[in-house]
């Protein structure tokens, strides 16, 4: 791999939407290296807190039953979206898989949490860079409704999910969002 190789993978890295995936399964072998090199993500004192629970097959079509019915009961009929309701249920079932990004803290506090969570969306970017490298597009979402993760799958004591990282083949065209220049970023001391 040239460093243009880096370049061109890194700038070409996209955000693609479940309503973008194609109907294709993710070999398991690709979901493990993809995981493999999350593992290799920086960690300060080596506390290493990633966790990951890779959902496919038949749990997509429960997750999103689960991710609905949440939705469901925490809203009432005046803030209450069918569409959002449907999105939910249907989104896991239209990915190649799912992996539910967790982080697992410290139990000795040995570093601040926001080194941990930052860790974290490292190895995500590993998986991203990853996945991009493979063809396979993916999405990081977030949704309040993750606090509750726990009701569908239980979680070590001091583990939280912290996001669904959504993956699947697409065929996207390749579209370099805006981004204004470094410049406008950085000042040299």
Not at 71 to 100: D, W
Request: charged content about 20%.
């Amino acid at each position: 791999m040239t460093i243009e190789d880096v370049h061109a993978l890194l700038q070409n890295r996209r955000a693609v939407y479940p309503a973008q995936y194609l109907d294709k399964i993710i070999p398991d072998q690709l979901i493990k290296n993809i995981l493999e090199n999350a593992n290799w993500a920086p960690t300060h004192k080596l506390t290493q807190p990633w966790r990951f629970k890779v959902i496919k097959g038949s749990v997509q079509k429960k997750f999103g039953i689960f991710m609905a019915e949440k939705y469901r009961s925490l809203h009432q009929l005046e803030s209450f979206s069918v569409a959002k309701y449907e999105k939910l249920k249907m989104n896991p079932q239209k990915a190649g898989a799912i992996i539910a990004i967790c982080m697992q803290r410290d139990q000795k506090n040995r570093v601040p949490e926001w080194e941990e969570v930052a860790s974290v969306a490292m190895a995500v970017q590993n998986m991203w860079l990853t996945a991009a490298a493979y063809g396979i597009g993916a999405y990081w979402s977030s949704p309040d409704l993750l606090q509750y993760f726990h009701e569908f799958e239980p979680l070590a004591e001091g583990e939280k999910c912290i996001g669904l990282f959504y993956m699947g083949y697409a065929n996207v065209p390749a579209v370099h969002p805006p981004r204004t220049p470094i410049e406008d970023k950085v000042k040299w001391l």
